[in-house]
C-alpha cells in the first residue's frame, strides 16, 4: 500500500500541538525527529542510552512527518494545516520557519522501521520501559512497563514523560487513587501501579489513544485497578455530579488523591479549577508538559486556584509541577 508522506520543518516547542494536528486531520502515523546535535544535554544519569543517529536538525529545530493513505489531496491538506500552525503564535509558542513538504512512500518506509529505534530504557531509580517486542531480563528491583504506543503519544523518551514517571516514584506511596488526564498510550496510568497506586481512571478524547491504552493496560495485566476512558475531566466531574449516578460506577472515587496531567500549558491552565475539585484536601497535582517560556503562567494559575507549589521538576527546556491542594 502506498502512503502520503507530509513532513513539517518547524521547533520542538511546537511540536506537539502539531503532531496532535495531523492525528486530528487523519494521519495514519506520526514521527518525530528532534536535533540530534553534540551540543545537546543527554541525562545518562539512570543509564538511559541513545541509539538515534545524529543529524544535521538545528538545536531547538523538529521534523514532524505526517503519514495519510491513498488518495489524500496533499496540497489541500498542507494548505487547511498552515493556518492552525500560524495560530500557535496567539499562543505564544514559537513555530519558527515552518517548511513543508510531501513524497510518496510504502509500507514499509514507516510502519514498522521506527521500532529499531525503541530499546528498552530506565527512566528513573526503578521503572523501566520495555517495548513489547525487545526481550530483556529485569534486574532486582526493577518495575517494568510493557509498551507498545501504536499512533498515540507516550514512550517515555520525551522529556515530559521522563520526568513524570520520575515524579510518579517520588510521591506515590502505596494505596493511592489517581487520574490521568490525557493518557496518550497509558504509560503514566501504568507506571503509577507499578509503583503502588492502587486504581487509575485513565481518561484521553481521542478514541486512538483510548485503544492504544487500553491495550497496553492489558498487556501489563492491569485491567482490574486502571479504567481508561473516552473523556475529559470535566465530563467525569459532571457524572460524578448527575443526579443518581454511582461514584463506584468509576475505577476510582472522586475525589482523588492524586491527579497527573502531560500535556501543553495551554490546556493545563483550562481546567486547573476542575483539578482542584477532583483532589481530596493534601491530594497531589503533577502537571508536565509545560514549556520554559509558559512556567510562570502555570505557577499564577496554580497559585491562583489554591495550589501550594511543593517542587519544580526540570529536564532541558521542560518543567514538571508538583502542587499540593491544601
Known sequence: MKWYEITISTTEEAQEMIS???????AGGVSI???????????????QWYEFPLNDIPEGQAVIKGYFPEGTDTDELIEALKPRIEELKDFD?????????????????????????FKPIRVSDTLTIKPTWEDYEAREGERIIELDPGMAFGTG????????LQTLESVVKGGEEMIDVGTGSGILAIGACRLGAKSVLALDLDPVAVSSATENVRLNGLSEQ?????SDLLGVLREEQAEGQESRALRVTVPVDLVVAN??????????????????PGGIYIASG???????????GLKASGFEIVEKRRDQDWIAFVARKP
Not at 496532535?20 to 487523519?26: A, D, I, Q, T
Not at 520557519?97 to 518506509?109: G, L, N, R
Not at 486502571?226 to 473516552?230: A, D, I, R, T, W
Request: with cysteine.
Open 33 to 47: 525527529e528532534e536535533s540530534g546535535s553534540l551540543n545537546k544535554p543527554r541525562d545518562t544519569s539512570l543509564g
Open 263 to 280: 500535556i501543553l500549558a495551554e490546556i493545563i491552565l483550562l481546567f486547573i479549577d476542575d483539578v482542584y475539585e477532583a483532589l481530596k
Open 226 to 230: 486502571v479504567e481508561v476512558k473516552l
Open 93 to 117: 509558542i514559537d513555530i519558527g520557519d515552518v517548511a513543508y513538504s510531501a513524497k510518496e512512500v510504502d509500507d514499509e518506509d514507516w510502519a514498522t522501521a521506527w521500532k529499531q529505534y
Open 290 to 300: 509545560v514549556y520554559k517560556n509558559k512556567e510562570d503562567d502555570v505557577e499564577q
Open 20 to 26: 496532535n494536528f495531523l492525528h486530528e486531520m487523519g
Open 157 to 164: 523518551t520525551h522529556p515530559t514523560t521522563a520526568l513524570c
